[in-house]
Nanobody, 121 residues
Framework: VQLQASGGGLVQPGGSLRLSCHAS????????IGWFRQAPGKAREFVGC????????YFADSVKGRFTISRDGARNTRYLQMNSLTPEDTAVYYC???????????????WGEGTQVTVSS
């Protein structure tokens, strides 16, 4: 399984950004894509996750109501839409592939390289 996250960049506070996670190399539908982030000097933090087939989602309280995960266009891509961004959202964002609908990083077996999101004026 290969994952590729993209779409990071610099955005002003209050702005929006959409990250993409393209997954390949799998042949089954019952799995979960998770999004995590890691800010400098901090532990990796769960952001949200989505079941690949049912599109059920689950978000951390810190982003609930601001972030969504969706499918749009290419079948093997999931998007993390981030709205009302604050400087506290600045981090490297990772997408990950796992079998469990979980917020624990250890439940995700495959990880993509991260993409940097910087929220600053």
């Amino acid at each position: 399984v290969q994952l590729q996250a993209s779409g990071g960049g610099l955005v002003q506070p209050g702005g929006s950004l959409r990250l993409s996670c393209h997954a390949s190399g799998f042949e089954f539908d019952e799995f979960v894509i998770g999004w995590f982030r890691q800010a400098p000097g901090k532990a990796r933090e769960f952001v949200g996750c989505i079941r690949w087939s049912s599109m059920s989602t689950y978000f951390a309280d810190s982003v609930k109501g601001r972030f969504t995960i969706s499918r749009d266009g290419a079948r093997n891509t999931r998007y993390l839409q981030m709205n009302s961004l604050t400087p506290e959202d600045t981090a490297v964002y990772y997408c990950a592939f796992g079998a469990s609908f979980s917020s624990r990083s250890q439940d995700y077996k495959y990880w993509g390289e991260g993409t940097q999101v910087t929220v600053s004026s």
